[in-house]
């Protein structure tokens, strides 16, 4: 390809909206345009990385025994209504009628089509287990879209489907898509971890996402160096000390003006946080179809941990949970700022264990400028629910050997989900086994983001200048720089390496404009081509054009006649080191 005919053009600035690294560069180096927000076109470099990010994709999955099929994006609302997430999932999935007015949904993942296809094409044991993947638009109408392609609401997501007669099948396939995952993101350039994660809208008892760490990451991980443990804060639990014995003490009712936070309030009492108590006021739809309701949720928590909202959802069913207003919180009984479960009529009342188990914890009294010291979870109210609704954070105990938990920040670039049968019970995915009885297929399901994974290499690799592209995904592998005034021995040699190099099987981009050298090597940084000759009128006097690795600020000169080898060897190179990268990787629950 050559640059003067390239559909893109390089930006000296963009919009001070693109705030991360790789949203910036995308944009300046031509590889992305916005259309609204979250919503992006791929330029042509941008489309060669995707297109040789998704043939990765498609070796790994081809060689666990994946078969390439393409699902359509616009489903029937029946199916997702007969699988109930059409009811749980909120505002995030695009509703509409088609001109016969019957209800659809754009595609947000494919679970209940894949379903629906095993209801018709699986009917014997003999045909299991079964691998089926595709590459495939999404749409998801997140209200926050940001960070460029690592949040975006229209995208294309490599999912893969297992399917197998019993759970040991299901494990199996599981732990092939654990490694092929490894093999994906480090072929393509970056590291990643495998966490323990909530299997949210997609149901099912277990799922890992992998997790690219990066300050920029919207997802807060805990991990232990002791024993490796690993999951998404979502999850996460830590082990908690056990709560000292002591006698209930008679409640008492404690004047309080101004002292609205639990830090006050504990300097006011002369008390540790940990004496204290906290409550969280939410809203939260539940239920399905016609028993769908919104419910006040109240949690309580000690006072010096925080609430997980995840776990409260989960606790509650939640299919939607957000902030209680003042209106919803004085409905029933509670005052902000000296809220507790003291009085309250018509609230969900969820506990955390740090206060079922504690005694004589100072709280709100639902009284403004009053707190209550000596109340007792049991004795002076009754929890509806009582479970795990508490953040893990730095330093909390490991919960499998309790050494002290460190936390990071990571952007989820695949996630995988042992769905069982939750999908085939709901839509009729059944075959006979060997004794001739009914049963549901089970399922897994395997997502990888493919936009977002380039997202992730950019924000890996690059610096002051520019895109620094791993040479498996790059659009180009060499970029050959012509510093010439006019036409003459530079563009002929130029021309000839060109030619040669593609002959040879490489991906070549020739920089052929009229622009000034300055502007060349800006945007040969900028654009990230691994490695680069530059031919110019005063190095073929010499008889030598320049060579230099992207990564790399050292240039070297060599002889004309030997730079095409040396461009060769140096895809090899940077070829065998991705390579290398490839190693098994143990299975971590």
Known sequence: MR????????????????????????????????????????LPLAQRALKKVEDIIREEMDAIGGQEITMPVVHPAEIWQRTGRYYAIGSEMSRFKDKNERDMVLAMTHEEVVADLVSREIKSYRQLPQLVYQLQTKWRDDPRPRSGLIRVREFTMKDSYSLDADWEGLEKQYRAHYQAYFNIFHRCGIGAIAVASDTGMMGGKVAHEYMYLTPIGEDTLLLCDGCGYSANRQIATFQREGADREDLLEKEEVETPNMQTIEELAAFLDIPTSRTSKAVFMMATTGEGEAQQDRFVLAVIRGDMEVNETKLANAVGAREMWPASAEEIAAVGAVPGYGSPLGVEGALVVVDPSVADAANLAAGANRAGFHTRNVNCGRDYTPDITTDIAAAGEGDGCPRCGKPMRTSRGVEVGNIFQLGTKYTDALGGEFLDADGKTQPVIMGSYGIGVGRLLACVAEESHD????????????????????????????????????????????????????????KFNDADLIGIPVRLTVGDRGLKKGVVEFKLRRDSERSEVPVDEAVERAIGAVRQLEGELSDRIVEVPYSE
Do not use: C
Request: hydrophobic share 40%; charged share 20%; no cysteine.
């Open 3 to 42: 640059m003067s005919q390239l559909f893109s053009t390089t930006l000296r600035e963009v919009s001070a909206d693109a705030e991360v690294a790789s949203h910036q560069l995308l944009l300046r180096a031509g590889y992305i345009r916005q259309l609204a927000s979250g919503i992006f076109s791929y």
């Open 464 to 519: 002051e200048h520019g895109l620094i592209w791993p040479i498996s995904i790059a659009p180009y592998q060499v970029l050959i720089t012509l510093l010439a005034k006019g036409e003459g021995e530079a563009q002929t040699t130029a021309e000839a390496m060109y030619h040669q190099l593609r002959e040879q099987g490489l991906d070549v981009l020739l920089d052929d404009r009229r622009e000034n050298p300055g502007v």
